[in-house]
C-alpha cells in the first residue's frame, strides 16, 4: 500500500531523515518509535504534506501513486490521513461542521453525491459513542478549549468518521491519562481491518500494549536502525534507545 | 429592418425631449451658497431647513478635513464634484443584461440575488415598475397602520416638518466634523423612521424597500426616531456589489431612543472597491451615532463591510439615560489595495451605561486595516462596564492590521475588559482541514466565517446568510 524508498528530508536546510526505508501492506500495524528528534513526526508530516519539508532525494509511493505529487487534500480524500500530536483550535467552526465538510469531501472525491443529513446523524451518533463522548462536542468549536485528552478522542472520532486506508496516527498517547488511553486505543483497534492499515508513532511502549503493532521499527538519527516485532518495544522498554544506538554503531 | 428602424427613431425623439427636462436638473461641480439653494428648492424645503443647511456650509468652511486616520488617498478637490445629479437617464444606463460586465453578474449569481433584482441592481434600464411594487404597498399599509412613520428625508421634511426639526442634528450636529457639516450643507436623500412610543416595529426595515432607493446618492442623511418603549430593526444596504458614479460619500446617520426604546441598526457595505490598484472605488466617509437619550434604552449597531477604496466610519453610542446599553458587532474585510479605519465610540454618560464591542478585521492582498475604538466613561457614569474584543485575521504577509485602543475614564467604579489579537490566518489551521480532505479554499472560507461568527449571529437570519456568501466571494482567491 505505501512504500517509502530512500527518503532524505531537510527542515531549513536540516536533513531530519537521511534514507528512511519502510514498507507498509493493506491490513498491518506499523509503530515507529525513537527518541526525541529522530525524525518520527517528520516522516508522517511529508506524507500527509505539511509545508516546510524539502523532500531531497527518495520517494513515497501509494497505491503506485506519487504521494509527493499530489494536494494535500487529494492525499486526504484517497485514504492517508494524519492524526496530529497537537491538533489546533479553530476557533467559531462546529465540530460537526467540519466533519460533514471532511467527509462530503472525501465522498466527492469518489464521485458519491453529498451524505444524507439522516444518514450523517446516525453514523456520528454512533461515532462519538464509541469514542464515549459526549454529543455537545458535535456543537463545541473545534478543538477550542479541549484538554489535552479531548483533541486525541476528537483526532481518533475523525478518523472512525473518515475511515482511512492508511491512518497515521502522531504521539497519539501522549498526554492521556490512564482511562482516555483506553478509549483511544479502542478507537484505534476498531480502525483494524484486512483493507486497513495503521501507522503509530510513539515516544512510550505504553500505548502498543493497548494496540499490539505487527511491526516496529527503531528510528535513530533519520533512518530505521532496527525492525521488529512487538517484543523489540518491550525491549526498549527495559534497555532504552541508548542500548540500540550502541549495538548499532 | 423597417421596424428597427422606426423603433430607433422613436427613441430618439423621446431621448430629446427628455434630455431638456433633465439638464436643467443637474448641477455643475461646485459648491457655494447658490448650490446649496438650488438643492433645497429642488427638494422643495421650508425656509427652516434652506438656513439650517447655509448654517451648517459656513461652519463647513471654516473646518479642516481631519488627517488623523491611518489613510493614504489624494486630496478631494470639494469644488471639482457635483452636488445635485437627477438620475442617471434610462438611455444611458446599460439596455438589458447583455450589456453588463459578466463578471459582476458572475458575482450575483454566486451571492443568490434573485435574477428580477440583478437588473435593476446593475444599473439596467427596467421599466420603474417592477414586481416588488405590490409588496411595497402592502408594507406601507401595515406600517401605517402601526402608526410607524418609514419615508425618505426629503418627505419627512415636508409632511412631518415638526419631528424633523425636533431631532435632525441633535445627535450628529452640524459642526459635529468635517464630512458630517458637508453632509449638513447638501445632504440629498436618505432615510427617516419615525416608531411612536410602544409600538414594535412590525417588520425589519430595509432601505431595500424603499421605492426612491435607486440613486441615494452620495450624501445620504438618516435619521431614526424610537419614542419610549418603542423597537425597530433597520437594515441598511445590500450584499450585492453596488456601483456608483459618485466617488466621495460622506452620509450622515442618527439615531434616538427614549425609556426603553430598542434600536438595531444592520449594515452591508459593499460599494465599489476600485480595480486591482484601487482606481475609480468609493471613498466612504460616514457619521453614525446613536443616543440613548432614555433609561434602559439600548442602541446596536451591527456590520459587515466588505467594500470600498476607503472607509472612514466609526458608529458610536452615546449613552446618556441610566442603565442603557450600547452594542457595536463588526466585521470588516479589506482586499487588494483597500483601505479602513473604522471601529465605534461608547459614551458612558448615565449611571449603570454598558457597552459591549465585538470588532472582526479580516485584512488580505495589499490592504490595511485599523481598528480605532474608545470608550469614554464620565465622572457620573457609576458602575459603568464595557467589554471590548478585537480580533484581526491577516491573509498572506502583504497586508496589515492596527489598532487603535482609547480609554478615558472618569470615575473608579467601573470595569472594562479588552481583548484583543491578531493572527495570521493559521497555515496551522489551514494544513489541519486540508489532511482532513477539505480543499484550501473551502478551508478558508470555514476558517474565516468561524472568526467571524460572533458578529454574524447578531445580523438578521436572512442577512446573516447573505453576509456569509458575500464574505466567501470576497476571499476568492485570497488564498495562494
Redesign the interface.
Known sequence: MLEVNDLHVSVEGNEILKGLTLTINAGEVHAIMGPNGAGKSTLSAVIAGKEGYEVTQGSILYDGRDVLEMEIEERAQAGLLLGFQYPVEIPGVKNIYLLKAALNAQRAAQGKGEIPAPEFMKLIKEKIANMKMDASFLQRAVNEGFSGGEKKRNEILQMLVLQPRLAMLDEIDSGLDIDAMRVVSDGVNSLRSEERAILLVTHYQRLLDFVVPDFVHVLVDGRIVKSGNAELARELEANGYEGIEESVA | MATEEMEQLVRREYKDGFVTDIESDTLPPGLDEDTIAFISRKKGEPEWMLEWRLDAYQQWLKMKEPSWAHLDYPPIDYQEISYFSAPKRPEDRPQSLDEVDPKLLETYEKLGIPLHERAALAGVAVDAVFDSESVITTFKKELGEAGVIFCSISEAVQEYPELVKAYLGTVVPKNDNYFAALNSAVFTDGSFVFVPKGVKCPMELSTYFRINAENTGQFERTLIVCESGAEVSYLEGCTAPQRDENQLHAAVVELVALDDAYIKYSTVQNWYPGDENGVGGIYNFVTKRGDCRGERSRISWTQVETGSAITWKYPSCMLRGKDSIGEFYSVAVTGGRQQADTGTKMVHIGEGTRSTIISKGISSGNSNQSYRGLVKIGPRAKGARNYTECDSLLIGDTCGAHTYPYQEIGNSTSTLEHEATTSKI????L??????????E?AVS??V??????VFQELPMEFAVEAEALLNVTLEGAVG
Open positions: 493559521g497555515e496551522d489551521q494544513f489541519y482541514c486540508q489532511s482532513r480532505g477539505i480543499s484550501e473551502d470555514m476558517i466565517n468561524g472568526f467571524c461568527k460572533d
